[in-house]
């Protein structure tokens, strides 16, 4: 586990928060009622080969109790090699608290923090209020997260209450801001001139990370699954990142020129499905998985809306030829990616799974 010096948390994240930081979703058992820490444990190892300096453990579909167990799993996976982040997804406020005291008792090291989407602010106070009380109740290393949609556009046309941030960035464990792809252009600039002082600026967008890593010395990621663009044996996206910091602009744009196909094919991939608000899951799993990770199915989704954009078998072959422009071999072992690499390592088979989800066609 690795432990955040507390007098000093902002310094503990300029050193830590440097790379990127990658996504990991639950695995399951056949029968989809308990958690594979095989195929958990996989994830995080993969991950650390990968370069990352984090693993973002997002709690998809898990009670309370699974949450406890998948982060107990996570840490221990981890080994201090890297930090175990995760997001507060609980919909109650008073399920974000009790999300965020495991956290702190599992042993992870940061929280990514928002508003329940159902949580509706009166005012810039109000809002404020709410996150002051949630982030101060906590030791735990805090990134805010800066998104577009319309949950705050009565406080700010962007969605995004810059002046409620800039309070939130004087707290002494406030560490770090996520700025989201779709965010436009005069939201990332007001972001970056007036927080990048106080908090580190993570940024999602290859494109932009040049700017913003010359500007406003962004020096790490917020999550998003790399393996769409690179595998543990050609790092491509920490290479880039690594060489725009180190000042090697010319050997970084030749990476991302050479990324950009499979760049553009995940955007492609992803334009209807971020408009609605959805992640594709299933999608990142099978991304992770095609360049060596555990897969597996997951769960039905909690937001109904992910229903609307299953697996299809067009979308698999896309993924493997995406990757394979940029001289990535994805894997072709179809039914390990159903049944979870570790899962098929032991034999289970697709017979053996209790059903297949309506996500995957």
Same mark, same amino acid.
């Given at each position: 586990?690795?432990?955040?010096?507390?007098?000093?948390?902002?310094?503990?994240?300029?050193?830590?928060?440097?790379?990127?930081?990658?996504?990991?979703?639950?695995?399951?058992?056949?029968?989809?009622?308990?958690?594979?820490?095989?195929?958990?444990?996989?994830?995080?190892?993969?991950?650390?080969?990968?370069?990352?300096?984090?693993?973002?453990?997002?709690?998809?579909?898990?009670? #309370?109790? %699974?949450?406890?167990?998948?982060?107990? +799993?996570?840490?221990?996976?981890? @080994?201090?090699?890297? !930090?175990?982040?995760? $997001?507060?997804?609980?919909?109650?406020?008073?399920?974000?608290?009790?999300?965020?005291?495991?956290?702190?008792?599992?042993?992870?090291?940061?929280?990514?923090i928002h508003p329940p989407f159902e949580y509706h602010a009166e005012s810039e106070d109000q809002l404020y209020e709410?996150?002051?009380? #949630?982030? %101060?109740?906590?030791?735990?290393?805090? +990134?805010?997260?800066?998104?577009? @949609?319309?949950?705050? !556009?009565?406080?700010? $046309?962007?969605?995004?209450?810059?002046?409620?941030?800039?309070?939130?960035?004087?707290?002494?464990?406030?560490?770090?801001?996520?700025?989201?792809?779709?965010?436009?252009?005069?939201?990332?600039?007001?972001?970056?001139?007036?927080?990048?002082?106080?908090?580190?600026?993570?940024?999602?967008?290859?494109?932009?990370?040049?700017?913003? +890593?010359?500007?406003?010395?962004?020096?790490?990621?917020?999550?998003?699954?790399?393996?769409?663009?690179?595998?543990?044996?050609?790092?491509?996206?920490?290479?880039?990142?690594?060489?725009?910091?180190?000042?090697?602009?010319?050997?970084?744009?030749?990476?991302?020129?050479?990324?950009?196909?499979?760049?553009?094919?995940?955007?492609?991939?992803?334009?209807?499905?971020?408009?609605?608000?959805?992640?594709?899951?299933?999608?990142?799993?099978?991304?992770?998985?095609?360049?060596?990770?555990?897969?597996?199915?997951?769960?039905?989704?909690?937001?109904?809306?992910?229903?609307?954009?299953?697996?299809?078998?067009?979308?698999?072959?896309?993924?493997?030829?995406?990757?394979?422009?940029?001289?990535?071999?994805?894997?072709?072992?179809?039914?390990?990616?159903?049944?979870?690499?570790?899962?098929?390592?032991?034999?289970?088979?697709?017979?053996?799974?209790?059903?297949?989800?309506?996500?995957?066609?």
């Open positions: 586990m690795i432990k955040i010096p507390k007098q000093d948390r902002k310094a503990w994240a300029r050193k830590q928060f440097r790379g990127f930081e990658n996504i990991l979703l639950p695995s399951f058992t056949a029968d989809f009622q308990g958690l594979d820490e095989a195929g958990i444990a996989y994830d995080v190892r993969q991950s650390i080969k990968h370069g990352c300096f984090s693993v973002f453990a997002v709690p998809l579909a898990l009670s #309370l109790a %699974e949450q406890r167990h998948f982060l107990e +799993v996570v840490v221990t996976a981890a @080994g201090g090699d890297v !930090t175990v982040g995760l $997001p507060l997804m609980e919909p109650s406020i008073e399920g974000q608290y009790k999300l965020l005291d495991i956290a702190e008792q599992t042993g992870c090291s940061h929280v990514l709410y996150y002051r009380e #949630l982030i %101060e109740s906590t030791d735990l290393g805090v +990134v805010l997260w800066a998104t577009d @949609g319309t949950q705050f !556009t009565h406080l700010h $046309p962007s969605n995004v209450v810059l002046s409620v941030f800039d309070r939130l960035a004087d707290l002494p464990n406030v560490v770090a801001i996520k700025l989201m792809a779709t965010l436009s252009l005069p939201t990332v600039y007001e972001c970056c001139e007036r927080l990048h002082d106080r908090v580190l600026i993570g940024s999602v967008s290859l494109g932009l990370m040049p700017l913003l +890593v010359k500007h406003y010395g962004v020096q790490w990621s917020g999550a998003w699954t790399i393996e769409a663009l690179q595998s543990p044996e050609k790092p491509y996206v920490v290479e880039y990142l690594d060489n725009l910091i180190a000042g090697r602009e010319a050997e970084a744009m030749k990476i991302f020129w050479k990324i950009k196909p499979a760049y553009d094919a995940l955007f492609v991939l992803m334009a209807p499905m971020l408009p609605k608000g959805i992640h594709p899951n299933i999608h990142l799993k099978y991304y992770q998985w095609a360049v060596g990770g555990n897969g597996g199915l997951l769960r039905e989704p909690m937001d109904p809306k992910e229903a609307e954009f299953p697996l299809q078998p067009h979308e698999r072959d896309s993924i493997k030829a995406a990757l394979r422009s940029i001289d990535l071999e994805p894997r072709e072992d179809e039914e390990s990616f159903l049944v979870g690499t570790a899962n098929y390592e032991k034999g289970i088979c697709l017979a053996d799974l209790a059903r297949v989800p309506m996500y995957v066609t």
